[in-house]
């Protein structure tokens, strides 16, 4: 399968991709190469179609090349790619950002989700003259050196324990506790008095496989923070616009005092976004000390893509709910095919993203995930993908919905994952 396209391409890039996840290591098997996406469904270099639930690892919300979003890129396009100086569309752009996170009060965008998550640890320490980062076991927020650092999925799945390349007196800044526990955050503050500038969180973890904050966690943790002085960051990369015109401060009422978004405030181009409370954001360059810069951040074709997307979704006010409609059939009859083929596999799912987890029993962190069958999963994966659904090849991703994926795919995936579930016990 795609073994002269994988065989060119290993001749260039370290195992023949761009980012490590790509790469089919954990669950055998070529990486597919793909030639181009419409809605819901990609095509590889041989031309075979496949229903997606990778969603380009989240952006995809509306499906792939929706028609108003292109159109949209295009003629941002025709008026010039790059400008490095500010532009109008920045500031609209961020109006519709603040409708969907109103305690974005100031925001600075960049080009990823590493640099948003980076940028905002920077200034939770710049702001509070603080050292230390905490973050959870298996989070994932982006690659830079603090941050990586017991970090979910890729790592994850590739087995790597540690990250050669980050020195000690930087991967020691970063204190790692479980997800869902409140008392080993109230811990960490106890052991470290005046040392933690932060507390950086995906609200809900999507890149451990999705996993839900229980019993007011993120009420606690706001509370633990407030009381020690540390800032809250919820990074929002994942879930903001996945399950409402919002985040996870939306749907649980915690206002974070920064916020990190990324991919669907993109809609598909690089575009991530941080900000927050703005006595916080002064502290940014050239308001503040806090240096951050890029010659592409705000680029206006990535904010033409952004606004394009963000108002196809707030013109249609049926948009979430049937999102919402979609991915619960989709997760509520999965379970029920793996239940009946003797399967076992617990989910987790938040608005349009969810991750099936082989094993019996609730996961509720990092260390229930590993707990998973990843063989399972492997054999499960390769068995979908010769059926022609595309999912993410590693057991610890979200799988995602988009509003294009009709209820003919869906029946279609369940059909597949029927008789994959037969053929696994
Ligand atoms: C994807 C992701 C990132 C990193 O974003 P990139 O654009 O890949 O750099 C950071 N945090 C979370 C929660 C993510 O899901």
């Not at 929002?236 to 978004?261: I, N, Q, Y």
């Amino acid at each position: 399968m795609n073994s002269s396209a994988l065989e060119k391409a290993c001749r260039v890039f370290p195992g023949g991709v761009n980012s490590p996840v790509r790469a089919f290591k954990s669950v055998g098997g070529n990486p597919l190469f793909i030639k181009k996406a419409f809605g819901s469904k990609v095509y590889d270099v041989e031309g075979r179609e496949y229903i997606d639930y990778v969603g380009t690892w989240g952006p995809a919300v509306l499906g792939h090349a929706d028609p108003d979003v292109v159109a949209a890129v295009c003629e941002a396009a025709r008026d010039g790619l790059s400008f490095g100086a500010p532009t109008e569309n920045e500031t609209a752009l961020a109006g519709l950002i603040q409708q969907a996170f109103p305690n974005m009060e100031k925001m600075r965008f960049v080009s990823s989700g590493t640099e948003a998550a980076m940028s905002a640890i920077r200034l939770a320490r710049g702001f509070t003259g603080r050292p230390l980062i905490i973050k959870c076991d298996g989070a994932y927020h982006g690659h830079a050196d603090s941050l990586l650092v017991s970090a979910g999925s890729g790592v994850a799945t590739l087995g790597i324990p540690g990250c050669p390349g980050i020195p000690d007196a930087i991967a020691g800044c970063t204190l790692i506790i479980p997800f869902n526990d409140a008392a080993a955050l109230e811990a960490c503050f106890k052991a470290h008095p005046g040392q933690i500038a932060g507390f950086i969180v995906e609200p809900v973890c999507g890149n451990m496989g999705v996993v839900l904050p229980e019993n007011d966690y993120l009420k606690k943790v706001a509370k633990i923070c407030g009381e020690n002085g540390a800032l809250l960051i919820f990074d929002e990369v994942m879930t903001g616009f996945r399950a409402c015109f919002g985040g996870v401060s939306r749907v649980s009422g915690v206002t974070p005092d920064l916020t990190c978004l990324g991919k669907i405030a993109g809609g598909g181009m690089p575009l991530a976004v941080y900000g927050g409370r703005a006595d916080v954001m002064a502290y940014i360059a050239p308001d503040g000390p806090v240096y951050q810069a890029g010659t592409l951040s705000g680029n206006p074709v990535a904010v033409a893509c952004g606004i394009a997307t963000l108002k196809k979704i707030t013109h249609d006010e049926t948009f979430y709910r049937r999102l919402e409609e979609k991915s619960a059939r989709f997760e509520k009859e999965l379970g029920q095919l793996a239940s009946q083929a003797g399967v076992a596999a617990v989910s987790n799912r938040f608005g349009s993203m969810m991750t099936m987890f082989f094993r019996s029993e609730r996961v509720k962190d990092y260390s229930d995930a590993k707990k998973s069958d990843t063989a399972r999963f492997a054999k499960w994966f390769r068995l979908m993908l010769n059926a022609g659904i595309y999912l993410a090849p590693s057991q610890f991703e979200a799988a995602f919905v988009s509003i294009t994926h009709s209820d003919s795919d869906l029946d279609k995936t369940l059909e597949a994952a029927k008789s994959s579930f037969k053929k696994l016990v």
